[in-house]
C-alpha cells in the first residue's frame, strides 16, 4: 500500500511522483517500477539500496544486529529449536505444532535416500574433484529424476520438491565426501536426527561401528539452523533470478549451490581456514592484520566484514560461544585455533576493524567449529549449501506464489562503443 510519495525532480523540474511504500519492518521502499516509462533507469550495482522482491520470510536489521525468521529471533531459534523445526518454519510460515514437527520430520525422513542411478554420477569427477563442484552437478541432475513431477504452478508438487531438497542433500554432501576420499558411500539411517544421519553418513566405515557424539551432533544443528536462510543475499537472489524464468527448482538450487561457492559469500569459511594455515603459528598474527590493514594490499582477513551486519552478527554471537563450548567440551588442542582465537582479539581491539566495524561473522567460528570436529576444510561450503536449501527452497516457493510474478530482467548503464562501422574481414 502506498503511504507517501517521493518526488524525482531533475534540475529543478519535476519528473514523476513515486510511491512510498511500508513493510511491517524495515525501511520503507521507493516503488521506482514506472521510471522506465520516463526515460530513466536506477543505477545500483551490487545492490546496495535496491530491494528485489517483497518477502515475508527473514528479516535482517543489519544495523541492530537483528535476525529472525518468520518474526522469531535467531538465538531463539538456534537455542530452542532443532534445525527441522525452522525447516517447517521457513517453509509454513508458523512454528508447528508437536504432531505437524513429528509428521513434517517423518516426511524428510523418508525422503533422505537417493536413485541408486545418481551415485553413477560421482564415478565420471575425478576424486580430486572439490565436493562442491560434485553438490553443484550432482543437484542439478537431480531434475532429471523427477520429470512428471516438476509443474511449479502445482504447489504440492513445489512442496514435495522442497521436501526432496532437504531430505536429499545431506545424502549427496556426504556422497561428495566419500567419493573423494575413496570410501563407499553411507546410506542415511532413518533411526537419527538430521543432524545425527548427516554425521553418521560423512564418518561412518563398514568396518567398524561410528557413534555419534552428542556434543558434535548439537553443534552441528546449529550450524545448520544459523545457516538456514538470510534474506536475499547473492546466492538467494541467484535463486529468485533462476526461478523467475520458470526453471525447475532443482535447477535453481544448482545454481544458488554454485552463487554460494565463491569466497566472499559461503566459500568465506573454507577460505578462512586456509587462511588460517597460511598464518600457521602465533607469531605471524600481527604480520598478517598489517596485511589486512594495508591499502596497497588485496589480502583481507576472511571470516571478517559482513554487508548487512555493521555492529555484530548476532549468528556469530551463538556461534562463538557454540564454538568455545565445543572446544572446551572436547578439549581439543590445535595451533590453528589458537592463530584463530588471536586474530579474533585483535579483530575485537584494532581501531581499523573497530571505526570499519568489520567484526568476526558467523563463517568464522562456524569453521573453527567444524575443522574441531574433523569436517574436512573443503566440506565446509557444502555444509552452508545444505544449510542454505531451505532457505532457497522457501525463496523459491514464495516467488512464484506471487500474483503477477515476472522474469527478473535488470537494466544496465551502457559504457560501450556506439554506432561503429563494420569493416568486412577481407577489407580490415
Ligand atoms: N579484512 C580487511 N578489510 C576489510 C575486510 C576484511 N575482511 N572486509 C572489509 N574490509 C574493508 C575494505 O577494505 C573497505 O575498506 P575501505 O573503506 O578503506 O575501502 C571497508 O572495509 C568496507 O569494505 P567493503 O568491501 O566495501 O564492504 P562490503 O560490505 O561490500 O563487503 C564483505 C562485505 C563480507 C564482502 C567483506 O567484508 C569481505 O570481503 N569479508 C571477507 C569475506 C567474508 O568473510 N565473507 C563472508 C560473509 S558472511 C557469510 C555470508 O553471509 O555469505
Redesign the pocket.
Same mark, same amino acid.
Given at each position: 500500500m502506498a503511504e507517501s510519495k517521493a518526488t524525482l525532480s531533475i534540475d529543478g523540474n519535476v519528473v514523476t511522483d513515486l510511491p512510498i511504500l511500508k513493510g511491517t519492518a524495515g525501511f520503507d521502499v521507493i516503488d521506482i517500477r514506472t521510471l522506465g516509462s520516463k526515460g530513466y533507469f536506477t543505477y545500483d550495482p551490487g545492490f546496495l539500496a535496491t530491494a528485489s522482491c517483497e518477502s515475508a520470510i527473514t528479516f535482517i536489521d543489519g544495523g541492530k544486529g537483528v535476525l529472525q525468521h518468520r518474526g522469531y529471533a535467531i538465538d531463539d531459534l538456534a537455542k530452542k529449536a532443532d534445525y527441522l523445526e525452522v525447516c517447517y518454519i521457513l517453509l509454513n510460515g508458523d512454528a508447528p505444532t508437536k504432531s505437524q514437527y513429528d509428521a513434517f520430520k517423518k516426511i524428510i525422513t523418508n525422503h533422505t535416500m537417493v536413485h541408486e542411478k545418481l551415485a553413477h554420477f560421482f564415478q565420471g569427477f575425478l576424486p580430486d574433484a572439490h565436493p562442491m563442484a560434485m553438490v553443484c552437478a550432482v543437484v542439478g541432475a537431480l531434475s532429471s529424476f523427477y520429470h512428471s513431477d516438476l509443474d511449479i504452478d502445482d504447489q504440492a508438487q513445489r512442496t514435495r520438491s522442497a521436501h526432496r531438497l532437504i531430505a536429499k542433500m545431506p545424502t549427496i554432501a556426504a556422497m561428495a565426501y566419500k567419493y573423494s576420499i575413496g570410501q563407499p558411500f553411507v546410506y542415511p539411517r532413518n533411526d537419527l536426527s538430521y543432524a545425527e544421519n548427516f554425521l553418521h553418513m560423512m564418518f561412518s566405515v563398514p568396518a567398524e561401528e561410528y557413534k555419534v557424539s552428542p556434543t558434535i551432533a548439537s553443534a552441528m544443528d546449529r550450524i545448520f539452523t544459523l545457516h538456514a536462510d538470510?534474506e536475499q543475499?547473492a546466492s538467494t537472489s541467484t535463486v529468485r533470478l533462476a526461478g523467475s524464468s520458470g526453471a525447475n527448482p532443482y535447477a535453481c538450487i544448482a545454481a544458488g549451490v554454485a552463487s554460494l561457492w565463491g569466497?566472499?559469500? !559461503?566459500g568465506?569459511n573454507e577460505a578462512?581456514l586456509t587462511m588460517l594455515e597460511e598464518i600457521g603459528t602465533l607469531d605471524r598474527v600481527d604480520e598478517y592484520v598489517a596485511k589486512?590493514k594495508d +591499502?596497497s594490499d588485496s589480502f583481507?582477513?576472511? !571470516?571478517? !566484514?559482513?554487508?548487512v551486519y555493521k555492529n555484530f552478527d548476532p549468528r556469530a554471537t551463538v556461534m562463538r560461544e557454540t564454538c568455545h563450548e565445543v572446544l572446551s567440551e572436547l578439549g581439543i588442542k590445535d595451533p590453528l585455533l589458537d592463530v584463530a582465537m588471536a586474530l579474533e582479539k585483535v579483530a575485537l581491539e584494532d581501531p581499523y576493524f573497530i571505526e +570499519?566495524k568489520?567484526y568476526p561473522?558467523?563463517?568464522f567460528y562456524s569453521g573453527i567449529i567444524l575443522k574441531a570436529i574433523g569436517i574436512p576444510t573443503s566440506m565446509f561450503t557444502v555444509i552452508f549449501a545444505m544449510s542454505r536449501t531451505v532457505g532457497w527452497i522457501s525463496h523459491w516457493d514464495e516467488m512464484l506464489s506471487q500474483p503477477g510474478q515476472k522474469i527478473g530482467r535488470p537494466r544496465q548503464k551502457y559504457t560501450g562503443e556506439i554506432d561503429r562501422k563494420f569493416i568486412p574481414l577481407k577489407d580490415r
Open positions: 538470510h543475499n569466497p566472499a559469500h !559461503g568465506a578462512c589486512a +591499502k583481507r582477513l576472511m !571470516g571478517f !566484514g559482513h554487508r +570499519k568489520l561473522n558467523v563463517d
